[in-house]
Nanobody
Framework: QVQLVESGGKLVQAGGSLRLSCAAS????????TGWFRQAPGKEREFVAA????????YYADSVKGRFTISRDNAKNTAYLQMNSLKSEDAALYYC?????????????????WGQGTQVTVSS
């Protein structure tokens, strides 16, 4: 079992930056791939970014590529999502997730564990 708790979401102005954190407890977090997803009101949950535990490859949705960075500190059992140049369309509830595998990480079905989400609001 892995428990995930996101934090860091808040109201930010368009063009600003925010860093989300995902604190993990339970099994060794370093042996899980980490993903970030988001869901805006009335929309489907969508993939944002992922970090594979094997090889440490990173993956990004086209909409955030070049603006968002996923990282992880295994010593702190915490994953991060650095978000820069925020746009109004980035506003959503952001979820952290953990997957035992390292492939198909853009698919939310690959993940076994999910946090409760943290809200990001972007004002224009």
């Amino acid at each position: 079992q892995v428990q995930l708790v996101e934090s860091g979401g808040k109201l930010v102005q368009a063009g600003g930056s925010l860093r989300l954190s995902c604190a993990a407890s339970g099994r060794t977090f370093s042996s899980y791939s980490t993903g970030w997803f988001r869901q805006a009101p009335g929309k489907e949950r969508e993939f944002v970014a992922a970090l594979a535990w094997l090889g440490r490859n990173t993956y990004y949705a086209d909409s955030v590529k070049g603006r968002f960075t996923i990282s992880r500190d295994n010593a702190k059992n915490t994953a991060y999502l650095q978000m820069n140049s925020l746009k109004s369309e980035d506003a959503a509830l952001y979820y952290c997730a953990a997957a035992a595998g390292w492939s198909n990480l853009a698919n939310d079905n690959s993940y076994s564990y999910w946090g409760q989400g943290t809200q990001v609001t972007v004002s224009s």
